[in-house]
């Protein structure tokens, strides 16, 4: 059982296109990360939210934690291809990350 | 200002032998944490570790693995008489402690076993 989904699981796109990618619980997390991870590298944090109904901007990145703690998701607006790569999600537990599949984005030029 | 060290970043092993993967955490942090990634998949917690201590090893398979972070040195994840499934990429990642916990990763320790 994934406690963690993360939707779509694909996701080919045009330069300059808008997206959004989702993950989804039916657990409540204290916190949840977003990272994008490059093939053959670590995954790299990009945000941490805490409080439910929080949003966060990162450039042209906007993430949103549910009002409940349960899902959240990253809006990206005119995407380029160097934001190609696996987004994962991660909610924090007591004592560790439960971590989603990954939404793996290809921006095309 | 470095971040987080795995080494050896590529590893190869025979089936039966052992590995050994080693994790510097970045400076000041002393709580480490070990993934498993297979590809195509997101990863899958291990263990987490504090200076001595063992905190949650709930991931970690009973047998063959064990993780330890001593108090002078790297953290190591050892895995003894390996088998083709142990092949993944192994990560992991450092926090200073505190909430909201904050985790930042190393690039990786590719065990390919043949």
């Known amino acids: 059982t994934q406690l963690l989904e993360q939707s779509p699981q694909f996701l080919s796109i045009q330069e300059g296109e808008n997206l959004t990618v989702y993950c989804n619980s039916s657990s409540v997390f204290s916190s949840l990360q977003w990272y994008r991870q490059e093939p053959g590298e670590g995954p790299v944090l990009l945000v941490t939210?805490?409080?439910?109904?929080e949003v966060k901007k990162l450039k042209r990145l906007t993430f949103q934690f549910g009002d409940a703690r349960k899902d959240s998701s990253l809006h990206i607006t005119a995407a380029q291809p160097g934001d190609t790569g696996l987004y994962l999600c991660a909610g924090a537990r007591s004592q560790n990350f439960v971590f989603g599949p990954g939404t793996r984005l290809s921006v095309l030029p | 200002n470095a971040g987080v060290m795995q080494n050896p970043r590529h590893l190869v092993r025979r089936r039966g032998q052992e590995a050994r993967l080693r994790c510097s955490p970045m400076k000041g942090h002393s709580h480490v944490y070990w993934y498993r990634q297979l590809p195509e998949e997101g990863l899958k917690f291990m263990v987490y570790l504090q200076k001595e201590n063992i905190i949650d090893e709930s991931g970690m398979p009973k047998e063959r693995f064990s993780a330890e972070f001593p108090k002078e040195g790297p953290s190591i994840l050892r895995i003894q008489q390996v088998v083709r499934g142990d092949s993944a990429a192994y990560f992991c990642?450092?926090?200073?402690?505190?909430?909201?916990?904050?985790?930042?990763f190393g690039p990786g320790t590719r065990l390919l076993v043949l």
């Open positions: 939210v805490v409080t439910g109904g």
């Open positions: 990642a450092s926090s200073p402690g505190g909430a909201p916990v904050t985790q930042y």
